[in-house]
């Protein structure tokens, strides 16, 4: 992967904002936050690895600049997420990147929910992405919400992309190959799969949508 700046010129950057904005332990935390931002960037060559997106490729590689913010949103995500797993456990520096990236970014991408190997955001200003079961290629804009109604989170299939303003709450089960239109709000309702989604719950109108028009965007895994 092709990197704007090197890799220890983004540890330190990662670093000083953590100590800029929160506290960060060089003795004790350093090694931890090292670790993980070697496999957040891993994390995030095999994600940018499969988008056609003219910003995560140069020429025929895959390119990362932590100055797209959409780029480093997505690293932040994946670092708070890599030092969680290693913990096995909630713990206060993946607490300080996720609230890294909630500032710098403005959304909010919570270490604990398991997003795929493969996902994507465009202006993801406002989005809130909660614990829900989500399939490869998930992609998401502005103001988008997901989460739960009376505890219960949706599932979510392969291929699905949220509009700006969106909404997936509570007991739902979205197929694969599926867009849910811009304000639409799905509230415990099933979504079949290759449709377009329009309107508030109850009273959602489906459109079909033909698979091929996905098959051609993403680069498959």
Do not use: W
Not at 79 to 105: G, H, K, M, P
Not at 176 to 181: E, G, L, P, S, T
Not at 204 to 218: M, R, T
């Amino acid at each position: 992967m092709q990197l704007q700046i090197s890799r220890s010129e983004i540890h330190a950057m990662v670093a000083r904002q953590l100590e800029s904005l929160f506290v960060l332990d060089r003795g004790a935390e350093l090694p931890t936050l090292s670790r993980g931002i070697d496999e957040a960037l891993g994390r995030c060559e095999y994600c940018f690895s499969h988008t056609d997106n003219k910003y995560y490729h140069r020429g025929a590689e895959v390119y990362f600049n932590p100055f797209h913010s959409g780029q480093y949103s997505i690293f932040l995500y994946y670092l708070a997420n890599s030092v969680f797993l290693e913990a096995q456990e909630s713990n206060t520096l993946s607490d300080r990147i996720y609230s890294l990236n909630r500032c710098l970014s403005g959304v909010d991408l919570f270490y604990e929910v398991m997003l795929p190997r493969v996902f994507f955001l465009d202006h993801p200003l406002g989005s809130v992405i909660g614990r829900a079961v989500y399939g490869d290629f998930f992609g998401f804009a502005q103001q988008c919400t997901v989460g739960n109604n009376r505890g219960v989170y949706p599932t979510i299939g392969r291929n699905v992309r949220m509009k700006s303003g969106s909404k997936i709450v509570g007991d739902c089960t979205i197929g694969d190959d599926v867009i849910i239109a811009a304000n639409s709000y799905v509230k415990d309702a099933d979504v079949p799969s290759c449709s377009l989604v329009f309107g508030q719950s109850p009273n959602l109108v489906f459109k079909s949508v033909d698979q091929s028009y996905f098959a051609a965007e993403p680069r498959g895994l």
